[in-house]
């Protein structure tokens, strides 16, 4: 016998869409957030792509910020390329309002018949007669509550990840160090998002500007610890003096942003990862919301099969492995590869190709023409990254 049959720890994203699918199959489900209000305080840029996205939730007023329609790309020297939203694909979409949309996404766990109980950290773990025991801190007491299968869904500095013996240890260019600023009286479009990169702004990652309404934005910068010699801030703040004098500061958000590709398993015996704690964000662009959605997804799904079955053991949630990767994963381990091709283009290589997509009329082109017109203009600039490209 069992409190319940899964418990989920952490409700981001990720953990919220596990609950609520699980729920939603008839499951027995605990939802614990550490923190007393979900969502709050954010670590997120809180950009997502339309398409996806909405395969999994409907956008609502409440909790959208803006809605996008281009991009701007900067190099170093200022070449700029300008791209519409077919052609931006995962860039352009909607700008969240993430204390408003996990609370959001809790909620629909919660009506699918999750319990939800914010102010409840998980403090330990151990599996106990083929079930899983997990000591709990309720509003400042302590508990204990056995389950079938936790899910642990609770973010970059995954504990559960560590008590189930899963491998997701970070060396020091796997992790983008990121600080962003809420910024007001600046000047930007609402309905663009900005890029600028090359060394000089961010080593090893970008700086970006996501318009959060008319009057504010996040401007943010990750950059790889193992090539700058500065810490994030300094580029950060260096960017925003000359870019944004007049501008105000209202919220600084810290945080790391894994980029390690995908792990050998999120997986072992009645335990799951999902989104971050499972190094599910995108090696290049540093979103994981909807990676950790649909890792939530099928994490729900292989946990109603499990218990269907009875079967809680590493081999049978192996399926749930098999799900990620055969939906994202292959796209983490591409993308690594090219993140560290691309780490070796220093601020000249990203000016010419900048300089070279301008001369191109690219109104007209995806982004596949117009990776293969830029490969045939500078051949020998982009060798290494041809097996991306064309
Ligand atoms: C500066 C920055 C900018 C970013 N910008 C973007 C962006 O624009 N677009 C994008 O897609 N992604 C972005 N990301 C990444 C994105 O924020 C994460 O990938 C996403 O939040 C992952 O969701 P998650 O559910 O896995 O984890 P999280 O959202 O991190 O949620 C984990 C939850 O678990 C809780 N928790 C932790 N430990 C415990 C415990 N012991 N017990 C109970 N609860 C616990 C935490 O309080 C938290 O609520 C950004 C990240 C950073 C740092």
Redesign the pocket.
């Known amino acids: 016998m069992t409190d319940c049959d899964v418990i989920v720890?952490?409700?981001?994203?990720?953990?919220s869409l596990a609950a609520k699918t699980a729920a939603e199959k008839g499951l027995d489900v605990l939802l614990?957030?550490?923190?007393q209000e979900?969502g709050v305080p954010v670590?997120?840029?809180?950009?997502?792509g339309r398409e996806e996205f909405e395969e999994f939730v409907m956008p609502v007023e409440k909790w959208i910020a803006s809605e996008i329609e281009s991009a701007e790309l900067y190099s170093p020297s200022g070449y700029r390329v300008k791209l519409s939203a077919d052609q931006a694909g995962n860039e352009v979409g909607y700008v969240l309002e993430r204390k408003i949309f996990?609370r959001y996404l809790a909620m629909l766990a919660g009506k699918a018949g999750a319990e939800v109980l914010t102010k409840?950290?998980?403090?330990w773990m151990k599996r106990e007669n083929g079930n899983v025991k997990l000591g709990i801190r309720c509003m400042g007491e302590f508990q204990e509550i056995t389950a079938k299968i936790v899910i642990g869904?609770?973010?970059?500095?995954s504990?559960v990840a560590k008590w189930a013996g899963i491998d997701s240890t970070l060396k020091l260019n796997e992790i983008e160090s990121?600080v962003?600023y809420l910024m007001t009286d600046i000047d930007f479009n609402p309905t663009t998002t900005y890029f600028w990169v090359g060394r000089k702004y961010a080593p090893g990652g970008y700086i970006w500007l996501?318009p959060k309404g008319k009057d504010s934005a996040n401007v943010?910068i990750?950059v790889m610890p193992s090539m700058a010699e500065r810490p994030a801030k300094y580029y950060l703040d260096r960017f925003v003096r000359e870019k944004f004098p007049e501008g105000e500061i209202v919220e600084v958000?810290v945080?790391?942003?894994p980029v390690k590709g995908a792990i050998d398993t999120a997986v072992s015996d009645n335990v799951m990862l999902?989104?971050?704690?499972a190094r599910?964000?995108d090696p290049i662009t540093?979103?994981?919301?909807?990676n950790?959605m649909k890792a939530g997804y099928h994490a729900g799904i292989t946990a109603s099969e499990a218990i269907e079955k009875g079967d809680y053991s590493e081999s049978f949630l192996k399926r749930y492995d098999t799900r990620w990767m055969n939906d994202f994963g292959q796209t983490l381990v591409r993308n690594r590869k090219l993140q560290e091709k691309m780490l070796k283009l220093n601020d000249s290589a990203f000016d010419r190709l900048f300089k070279g997509i301008g001369e191109m009329p690219i109104g007209e082109m995806n982004v596949r023409r117009l990776a293969l017109e830029l490969f045939k203009k500078e051949p020998k600039l982009l060798w290494d990254l041809r097996e991306f490209l064309v």
Do not use: L, N, Y
């Open positions: 720890v952490g409700a981001g994203p990720g953990g614990i957030e550490k923190r979900i670590r997120c840029a809180e950009g997502v996990d409840t950290s998980a403090v869904a609770d973010g970059v500095e504990r990121c962003q996501f943010g990750g958000v945080g790391g942003v999902v989104g971050d704690a599910h964000t540093g979103g994981g919301i909807i950790a």
